[in-house]
């Protein structure tokens, strides 16, 4: 039976990979992010089985609006949307920017959907996973503490969804190939260093994240909740 999907940042990279798993299973997703043009171009590659919602799931207007076009019932919420805040320069005005960027952008876009759409998750099969990082064990300043705030409302909101058999888990990739978190940062050079901090000898793939997600997503994975599934490599062992 076809499950409805939503996916956050679902328009490139570990986002797209997720959808797309769940797309070609004949679930149907929608995938939610703010660049129209980017979010319209996946829908199409990812074909009938898709939707498009633009929306900055860090607005808690732009989330309310955006509550009409979710279905009445999902099945699987996928907490991928975040970034990295860019902003840079001295002084306490561009730490609290940095801070606050990284904190909206992780943290709140999660909280804001979840809580808006927890009557909709289906009782006894609903699933809630949220991608974290490494940083969130390895440090990383504003961007890790973030990470490692998801954490702890992961443990509080399995507590809270488990009476009603949801289960809520987090997915924690390291190095990831494929995405536009590093940007021109992953040159050759990068990767070979990152590489060199794992256990395998390589960075990850967008697909290797997607399939942890999809195991958290299914039907066996239903007395698994509250945990963190880490995706690096071994990389946090390497350290």
């Known amino acids: 039976m076809a499950r409805n999907v939503v996916v956050t ?3 490139t990279g570990i986002g797209y990979e997720i959808a797309r798993r769940f797309a070609e299973a004949g679930d149907q997703v929608v995938i939610v992010g703010r660049r129209r043009a980017v979010l319209e171009k996946a829908a199409a590659d990812l074909g009938p089985n898709a939707t498009p919602l633009v929306c900055d799931l860090a607005d808690p207007d732009a989330v309310e609006a955006a509550l009409a076009e979710l279905p009445d019932r999902i099945d699987v919420l996928v907490n991928n949307a975040g970034s990295r805040e860019t902003v840079v320069g001295g002084g306490t005005h561009a730490l609290l920017a940095r801070w606050r960027g990284d904190f909206e952008r992780n943290v709140m876009t999660a909280v804001l959907l979840t809580e808006s759409i927890r009557d909709r998750l289906t009782p006894g099969s609903g699933r809630v996973v949220t991608i974290s990082s490494i940083a969130a064990l390895r440090g990383a300043g504003s961007y890790g503490a973030a990470k ?3 954490h702890a409302w992961n443990h509080f909101l399995a507590a809270q969804l488990g009476t009603s058999g949801i289960t ?3 997915v924690a990739p390291g190095t990831v190939a494929g995405t536009e978190f590093f940007g021109p940062r ?4 990068e990767v070979a260093r990152r590489a060199a901090r794992t256990l395998l000898g390589r960075i990850g793939e967008t697909g290797e994240v997607a399939a942890a997600v999809h195991f958290l997503a299914s039907p066996e994975a239903g007395f698994v909740t509250g945990e963190i599934l880490h995706c690096n490599g071994g990389e946090l062992l390497g350290r």
């Open 9 to 11: 940042g679902g328009g």
């Open 148 to 150: 490692a705030s998801l």
């Open 168 to 170: 809520a888990n987090i």
């Open 186 to 189: 992953l040159d050759e050079a």
